[in-house]
């Protein structure tokens, strides 16, 4: 962490637009919206973690999914993993610059479902009955 992290601007063409079918950031798009990624993003955004308190803080997330996205997101440059040298060695995930850059959002939506949340499960009933 503390590392600048300098972003380079594309022109907008098939490669660098999220609408076209052949840009190559769809898949980091989908990894970083995908079901747990967002969940793991905002909680390491508090502070770094070992395994087993990350996995213990989001509900319904199993070790293997988990080991997954740690995986994913550490080879896409938004997690560090960081082994202390110990018996046995202690292992703890923390963000890098561009993984607070993005849980930053990531948190923002998460505020959002939770104070509209209630108002869209209220809509689903009435938009059932309509149709």
Request: with cysteine; proline share 7%; glycine share 6%.
């Amino acid at each position: 962490m503390g590392e600048n992290v300098e972003v380079k601007r594309l022109p907008r063409n098939r490669h660098s637009d999220l609408f076209h079918s052949e840009c190559p950031g769809r898949v980091i798009f989908d990894r970083v919206t995908s079901r747990w990624a967002p969940l793991v993003l905002v909680k390491l955004a508090e502070g770094p973690l070992r395994f087993y308190e990350l996995r213990d803080q989001i509900g319904g997330i199993s070790e293997k999914v988990l080991s997954e996205k740690l995986r994913l997101l550490a080879r896409d440059g938004l997690v560090e993993r960081t082994v202390e040298p110990a018996i046995p060695p202690r292992v703890s995930y923390a963000l890098t610059d561009m993984g607070h850059s993005v849980a930053k959002p990531l948190r923002q939506l998460m505020r959002w479902v939770a104070d509209h949340g209630h108002a869209i499960l209220a809509a689903q009933p009435q938009h059932d009955d309509q149709n």
